[in-house]
């Protein structure tokens, strides 16, 4: 069953800062550049984190003003297309936040020698997903909830084993809210 809570997963607190606002400072305490996809619902909460033009909206709504059904695919998309000057890509889900700056870096790391790379904790695939800019032109081109999968699946997909459950943590349900907040209460102050 999906997140029921009140307001929107991304918005809920953690301690003394949100499930997004936790995700994105893992992500800024990597050092790599910070881009976030996002729409304009959540758009003042990123903007408090991340310079304006590392912003990209998409839509929340089609123009029948319902859930616009883009997908993941479209979110990557529109990401990779606003920063085609990269030299790889990191796919960060926002509800991930016990996901560690150290495991970003090591799959981007992991992007100088292959075309596709991700997280692995204990034999079981996680985030982030990295893509090298030799896939660029098949990142724009996404669509759909599938995200980036059959590129996954198409190219050489290195695995990066990390001591990291946090690769495996997402806030989809109020149970896996729950597992994230004893997750977090658990960790030392500032673990990364």
């Known amino acids: 069953m999906r997140f029921r809570g009140a307001g929107h997963k991304l918005e809920q607190s953690l301690g003394d800062e949100t499930v997004l606002a936790r995700t994105i400072g893992q992500a800024i305490a990597s050092g790599m550049r910070v881009v976030v996809v996002t729409t304009a619902a959540l758009e003042p909460s990123v903007k408090r984190m991340v310079a304006a033009r590392e912003v990209v909206l998409v839509p929340e709504l089609n123009a029948r ?52 790379a991700y997280a692995q904790y204990r034999g079981q695939r ?32 290195q695995a990066v084993d990390l001591d990291d459950p946090g690769v495996l943590l997402d806030v989809d349900t109020d149970e896996d809210l729950a597992r994230v907040r004893a997750h977090a209460a658990s960790q030392p102050t500032g673990a990364s």
Do not use: C, K
């Open 126 to 157: 996680g985030h982030p997903v990295g893509f090298s800019a030799e896939l660029y032109s098949e990142l724009v081109g996404l669509q759909g909830d599938e995200g980036a999968r059959r590129l996954v699946a198409r190219y050489p997909a």
């Open 65 to 116: 003003g319902q859930p616009n059904p883009l997908g993941m695919g479209f979110s990557i998309a529109a990401g990779v297309s606003a920063t085609g000057d990269a030299d790889g890509w990191l796919i960060v889900p926002g509800d991930m936040p016990m996901l560690r700056a150290s495991s970003m870096v090591a799959v981007a790391q992991a992007l100088e020698q292959y075309p596709v």
